[in-house]
Structures are given as C-alpha cells and as structure tokens.
C-alpha cells in the first residue's frame, strides 16, 4: 500500500521482564472513580455512571522521562491511576467476562492541564486540551494479567512526598464494571489502554521536580518536569 506521507511510528509501553513492547492503539480515562477526589472536585460520587475522556494514543510516555514542562498552563497537576492493557476484543461483555480481556496492568500518570480544564467546565466546553496534550500519559512498565489482578496501595510522590495515598479497593466501579460499561459504548479492541480513575490528592508539578506514582506489586510510573 502506498502512503502519501509515511506511516507514523505506532506508540507503544514497556513490558517488565522483557523487551518486546505493547502496541497502543487507544486511550479511555475514567472520571472520578474514587469518591473522596469526586469530592475535592465537587461532584457527588453516588450520582452518576462510569464516563470517559480520551487521549492520543501517542500521549504514551515511559516511565523515568524527562519531559519539558508543557505549553499553555501554569497548573499542571499529576493523577495517579491503575492502568488496565486489553490483549483481546469485546463488545457488550459482562462483568465476568470483562477481566478475561485483560493483558496486562502498569502504574500510571494521567496528566492534567488544570487550568485549561477549569476554563472549559466554566465554559461547558470539553477538557480535549486539558487531558489529551502531548506526553500527557506516563506509564510504568505492564505487569501480565496472569501474575495477578493488582491489590494494596496506590501512592503519588512528588520530589519524595505523599501527596496521593489510597487503596484500589476504594475503586467506586471496579475494573470488571469499568471494562464492561466502556465495551456497551466502543468495541474495545487489543492495544487499548484504560487509565481507571484517580484517588484524592490531585496537585501540581512544578518545572524541576520528579513525580513517581507507585502500585503496590507494580512497576512504578517516574517523570521529570524540565
């Protein structure tokens, strides 16, 4: 097949343990997913269903980057997550089929312009520029799904501080419900990537300072803003 200009390169995550490399083809990112940060951002965690926002697959940043400090904010703030790798296709799956989907896990980093956000749910315009910037999506290496469904603390570090501090389980839907209500929306397909939402916490980075995310049983998720 000829192309008019050459393919771009296809993104792709580390592996722990090995040098082959996880093709991203898409990005799902769940809002609010804990309640205690449904609660610092205002909202009322019982009241709604599972959403979603996306960000550019090329978005994909390894762990232990250093990254210039991004353009257009002066509030950039880091949201650690759990980050689900899908190695098979599903539509309309049920919660007990949904983690049979499921390659791999890795800590992750789901960076947010949070004074363009802020602009935009004053506006009720979409958060695109808020979430889906470039290098907006640090991600530590992919543990397989077969050692283990990922359980224990979830912890953001900024320059060595806590500032995030949870367990999964505080998760409002779990990985299961999260998977199956996003496969009645898109067919999910192999190369995606589900960021699963945030715990309480959410703060700035400042240019110079290192941000880990860390998953217990994890590989950690390290940037460095220039």
């Known amino acids: 097949m000829d192309f008019v200009l050459p393919p771009a390169a296809v993104p792709s995550v580390a592996v722990a343990g090995s040098s082959a490399r996880f093709a991203v083809r898409r990005i799902f990112c769940v809002g609010r997913n804990y309640a205690e940060h449904a609660r610092e951002m205002g909202h009322d965690p019982d009241a709604e269903a599972p959403f979603f926002f996306t960000k550019p697959a090329d978005a994909v940043v390894d762990s232990g980057a250093a990254l210039p400090y991004p353009t257009a904010t002066t509030d950039l703030h880091h949201e650690a997550e759990l980050v ?24 992750g980093n789901d960076l947010t312009r949070r004074d363009l956000q802020a602009e935009a749910k004053a506006a009720r315009r979409p958060w695109d520029m808020a979430k889906g910037f470039d290098n907006s999506a640090v991600v530590g290496a992919l543990r397989p799904a077969d050692q283990g469904v990922p359980a224990g603390r979830i912890r953001c570090l900024v320059d060595g501080r806590v500032t995030q501090d949870a367990d999964l389980a505080e998760m409002i839907w779990p990985v299961s419900g999260i998977i199956a209500h996003l496969s009645r929306l898109v067919a999910l397909q192999p190369g995606d990537l589900i960021f699963t939402g945030t715990p309480a916490g959410v703060g700035p980075i400042a240019r110079g300072q290192t941000c880990e995310v860390q998953i217990d049983g994890l590989q950690p998720a390290r940037v460095t803003l220039l």
């Open 84 to 107: 689900v790798a899908l190695g098979k296709s599903g539509r309309d799956v049920t919660e007990d089929q949904a983690l049979a989907l499921i390659w791999g896990y890795a800590a």
